[in-house]
Structures are given as C-alpha cells and as structure tokens.
C-alpha cells in the first residue's frame, strides 16, 4: 500500500461507516411493514424500543437487528482487512455517530444503543457479551430499557480498564458510553422523577 492508498483508505473506511450508521432500521422497517413512523409516535425515537411500543416484536427485532450490523459490520471488515485498532475505533465511532446524527434525516437520529452493541461486539466481544449481560439483568428486574442501557454502558466503561486495551480505543470507547448518555439525557430525567415508561407498557 502507497503512501496515498494508506490515507485515502482509512478516510473511505470512516466516511462508509458514517454513511451505513446515517441509515435508520426503525424507518425503514417501519416503512417496510406499514406501521405508524417511529418518529411521530410513541416516544418520538426512532429505535428498538420505539417501534415494539407502535408496532410489534418482529418489527422490533429486525429494527434490532439492522441497527446492530451497521455498527458490527463497518468495524469487522476493517478488523479483517485492515488489521488496525486505531482504525477500527474510529470506524466504530463514525457508524455510531451517524446512528446518532444522521446525513439522510437532518440529523435527528436514534438513542445508538444498539449500533454501539454492534461496535462492541466487533471490537472487543467479551466487552459487548458483558453489556448484554447487565442489559439483560437489569431489564428483568428493573423492567426499564434505558435505565438497562444505561447501566450496561456504564459497565462498559469499568470493564475497558480490564481489557488491557491502549489509550486511544478506551478514549473512544469512553466518547461512545458519553454520547449514549447524553442521548439518554431525558430519560434519566424521567427516571429520576419516576415518568419513565417501562417495558411492555406504552
């Protein structure tokens, strides 16, 4: 590889990874099975959670499902073909961000939670097999989604430190568990003053 190929590559990696995350499943799937769009019902977000409060499983699993592999596939195939960390952080950081900032819809996109699972798993699976672990947990007892997420993140961020991993992927991955809570914002809000919805329940 040429000393051009070495930085066009990278910038083409991080723009498609952009590009992948700026598409919306809970749309898409939405469109697709003709339910009411996510972003002018229920909660107004259009993710997972969403579309199982308007529509229904299967809709919520698919939309799940699309939001995990655009942020699983941009940072595999970099892994594969590149065989950079630095790189692959930063892939898994554009497909989130696009998940979260959207060039198709204004920038008005969903929470990231699933699209950051999918990154995770793509870098570190023991990492994402830890968070679905403590989503899991905490949504059984709990019965609140984004007080699971939020938790599952934050011991994310814990088990970094554990990982061995260098400065520059834990810096990412510390942005990543940033903007999920910022994106979180109102729901901590509603957590705090007890309006937040709980699973299965509009």
């Not at 592999?69 to 692959?88: R, S």
């Not at 999918?118 to 699976?125: E, Q």
């Not at 019965?143 to 834990?170: D, E, H, K, P, Q």
Request: charge should be positive; aromatic fraction near 10%; hydrophobic fraction near 55%.
């Amino acid at each position: 590889m040429d000393f051009q190929d070495a930085i066009t590559t990278p910038i083409l990696l991080i723009v498609a990874a952009y590009l992948l995350g700026s598409i919306n499943s809970a749309i898409l799937t939405s469109w697709v099975m003709n339910l009411p769009d996510p972003r002018s019902s229920g909660s107004g977000n259009p993710g997972a959670t969403n579309v199982l409060r308007v529509g229904n499983k299967l809709a919520a699993a698919v939309t799940l499902l699309g939001d995990l592999l655009k942020g699983l596939i941009p940072v595999l195939i970099t892994d594969i073909f590149m065989g950079d960390e630095y790189l692959v952080a930063a892939v898994g950081l554009a497909a989130l961000l696009g998940h979260l900032y959207p060039l198709y819809y204004r920038l008005q996109g969903g929470k990231g939670v699933a699209t950051m699972l999918g990154v995770l798993l793509g870098t570190d699976w023991v990492l994402g097999v830890l968070w679905m672990l403590v989503w899991l947990s905490v949504a059984f007892l709990f019965r609140y989604s984004s007080l699971a997420a939020l938790s599952a993140t934050l011991a994310m961020v814990f088990g970094v430190w554990f990982r061995s991993m260098n400065s520059w992927i834990i810096g990412v991955l510390t942005v990543i568990a940033l903007l999920i809570f910022w994106r979180h914002r109102r729901n901590i809000s509603d957590l705090l003053s007890g309006k937040e919805s709980k699973l299965g329940k509009d």
